[in-house]
């Protein structure tokens, strides 16, 4: 009795200094940023090439913070340069713009060629939505609801299945022991 009561505060104590020991050893307290600092985001660069007709041509941004301070002007080459960051959405406006944007000029043959392609592929395309969209109801395929609203069925029926058989298996002990003492 006397050695199992030992052995027994020998092991609460070694638990006791296990415990009170760290495994790793702190030297100093951890360095760095609380994370209250500025964030710096990187900006990202946009180009529009827009032609040489539109050199000088004034623009002005908005964002979804507000409007961009300024104007922001067309490179003599031709060119729109700006960096972006911070923002989900930009809009480029044309207005009070010092020098006026240029009118449309006929539209080069090769330009009219991808318009009608790209018109083409639009309308295949639209064909093969058009199918997908009929087998579905609020953008849910027909299949996809079934197969659903048959798990739910399967579910619920089961749940129902069990509760009568779990008042019948009642109803049958009772039975049982109404009778069964006779």
């Not at 299949?143 to 739910?152: E, K, N, Q, R």
Request: some cysteine; charged content about 20%; overall charge negative.
């Amino acid at each position: 009795m006397k050695v199992k009561l030992l052995k027994g505060i020998l092991t609460v104590l070694s638990l006791i200094c296990i415990l009170c020991i760290p495994a790793t050893p702190i030297y100093a307290e951890p360095q760095g940023t609380d994370g209250t600092e500025m964030q710096v985001i990187e900006p990202e660069k946009l180009e529009i090439q827009l032609g040489a007709d539109w050199a000088g041509v004034e623009f002005q941004l908005k964002t979804d913070s507000g409007m961009y301070p300024g104007t922001i002007a067309v490179g003599e080459d031709g060119v729109l340069r700006m960096e972006l960051g911070g923002s989900k959405s930009y809009v480029l406006t044309c207005m009070n713009s010092s020098v006026s944007a240029p009118q449309a000029t006929q539209v080069p043959a090769t330009t009219e060629e991808m318009q009608n392609e790209s018109s083409e592929n639009q309308k295949s395309n639209g064909s093969n939505s058009g199918q997908d969209t009929k087998g579905t109801v609020a953008g849910i395929p027909v299949l996809h609801l079934v197969l659903f609203a048959g798990g739910m069925v399967l579910a619920v029926g089961s749940l129902v299945v069990m509760q009568v058989m779990k008042k019948r298996s009642e109803s049958d002990v009772e039975y049982e022991d109404e009778y069964g003492e006779d």
